[in-house]
């Protein structure tokens, strides 16, 4: 069965309530969400009562709360240690994350692995896995995923070696896996309509069970561009049959596929994930996916 959802909103009142009716309302059986902004790291208590709300209108509405994902806030970086409180607060915090997530029930935090700013290479993938180690230790459960980044800057975990070098220096390896991002893949070099030759060389080195959820996202530049803008499903240069074969390549059937493409309109104010959702589940291209999605919302 296809898994498949997208990111959706959660604020303080209404917390993993909102979340969930933001997904049933694109049709979606799972969705991903962040705990607070993705760009600060403010973070609210949770509210225990709207957690089971939450809870009894997934099982409802057929989400298993097992394929639901969380995001932690892209400003936390645990591959420099050049600013030591910095690089303590970026553990402290994913620590506190990965708590509230026990206390959610969910099972998987999509974590982009840092940037090595002003330090080594090798240096930075190093203070990741001692990080990682130091969160897994002192937590339970949750299972941290290594997003596949784009190289922008001086991002890691550009490619396969730089996640296998992270993963091999974790000493529990049972809370480690992998989130791909086919948009972050094209634009780090890997030709996305040789999908399964990238799934070769994934399990070959790191595994290909290691795999728990993959970004679905089209991009808006060319392969090894090391841009990282993502494009909707379709319109951008990995194109949507190179997608649909991702999505329904049978190696990875019963992981959540997530879109974090963008919204829609003068204003990017309108949600693409209910036409993209359906459309994916037609697989077939639709050549007037934004004016539908802008007339959808307007009306
Ligand atoms: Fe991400
Ligand atoms: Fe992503
Ligand atoms: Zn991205």
Do not use: W
């Given at each position: 069965m296809l898994i498949i959802g997208s990111h959706v909103s959660f604020d303080s009142k209404e917390q993993l309530l909102k979340s969930v009716k933001e997904a049933i309302s694109y049709g979606a059986n799972t969705f991903m969400f962040y705990t607070g902004a993705p760009q600060n790291t403010r973070r609210c208590d949770l509210d225990l009562n709207k957690v089971n709300e939450a809870k009894k209108i997934m099982i409802e509405n057929g989400i298993n709360i097992d394929n639901v994902i969380c995001h932690a806030p892209y400003i936390v970086n645990i591959a420099s240690d050049l600013d030591a409180s910095k690089y303590d607060f970026s553990i402290n915090f994913l620590k506190q994350e990965v708590l509230?997530?026990?206390?959610?029930?969910?099972?998987?935090?999509?974590?982009?692995?840092?940037?090595?700013?002003?330090?080594?290479?090798?240096?930075?993938?190093?203070?990741?896995?001692?990080?990682?180690?130091?969160?897994?230790?002192?937590?339970?459960?949750?299972?941290?995923?290594?997003?596949?980044?784009?190289?922008?800057?001086?991002?890691?975990?550009?490619?396969?070696?730089?996640?296998?070098?992270?993963?091999?220096?974790?000493?529990?390896?049972?809370?480690?896996?992998?989130?791909?991002?086919?948009?972050?893949?094209?634009?780090?070099?890997?030709?996305?309509?040789?999908?399964?030759?990238?799934?070769?060389?994934?399990?070959?080195?790191?595994?290909?069970?290691?795999?728990?959820?993959?970004?679905?996202?089209?991009?808006?530049?060319?392969?090894?561009?090391?841009?990282?803008?993502?494009?909707?499903?379709?319109?951008?240069?990995?194109?949507?049959?190179?997608?649909?074969?991702?999505?329904?390549?049978?190696?990875?059937e019963s992981i959540p596929k997530i879109l974090e493409t963008p919204y829609v309109g003068e204003n990017k104010e309108f949600p693409p994930y209910k036409q993209e959702i359906e459309m994916i589940k037609n697989k077939k291209f639709d050549n007037s996916l934004i004016e539908n999605i802008i007339n959808y919302y307007k009306k």
């Amino acid at each position: 069965m296809l898994i498949i959802g997208s990111h959706v909103s959660f604020d303080s009142k209404e917390q993993l309530l909102k979340s969930v009716k933001e997904a049933i309302s694109y049709g979606a059986n799972t969705f991903m969400f962040y705990t607070g902004a993705p760009q600060n790291t403010r973070r609210c208590d949770l509210d225990l009562n709207k957690v089971n709300e939450a809870k009894k209108i997934m099982i409802e509405n057929g989400i298993n709360i097992d394929n639901v994902i969380c995001h932690a806030p892209y400003i936390v970086n645990i591959a420099s240690d050049l600013d030591a409180s910095k690089y303590d607060f970026s553990i402290n915090f994913l620590k506190q994350e990965v708590l509230r997530l026990d206390v959610l029930g969910i099972k998987y935090l999509v974590l982009h692995p840092g940037s090595s700013v002003g330090i080594e290479r090798r240096h930075a993938l190093e203070n990741i896995s001692n990080a990682l180690n130091k969160i897994i230790s002192e937590t339970n459960e949750v299972i941290i995923l290594l997003e596949t980044m784009a190289g922008k800057g001086t991002e890691c975990g550009v490619n396969i070696q730089e996640i296998y070098d992270i993963i091999e220096k974790i000493s529990n390896k049972d809370r480690i896996g992998v989130c791909l991002d086919t948009c972050h893949l094209n634009d780090s070099g890997i030709d996305i309509s040789k999908f399964d030759d990238y799934l070769d060389n994934f399990d070959m080195l790191i595994g290909i069970d290691k795999i728990k959820c993959v970004h679905i996202n089209d991009s808006k530049n060319e392969i090894a561009s090391h841009k990282d803008r993502h494009e909707n499903i379709g319109f951008g240069t990995i194109g949507f049959d190179n997608l649909i074969k991702v999505i329904y390549n049978e190696r990875l059937e019963s992981i959540p596929k997530i879109l974090e493409t963008p919204y829609v309109g003068e204003n990017k104010e309108f949600p693409p994930y209910k036409q993209e959702i359906e459309m994916i589940k037609n697989k077939k291209f639709d050549n007037s996916l934004i004016e539908n999605i802008i007339n959808y919302y307007k009306k």
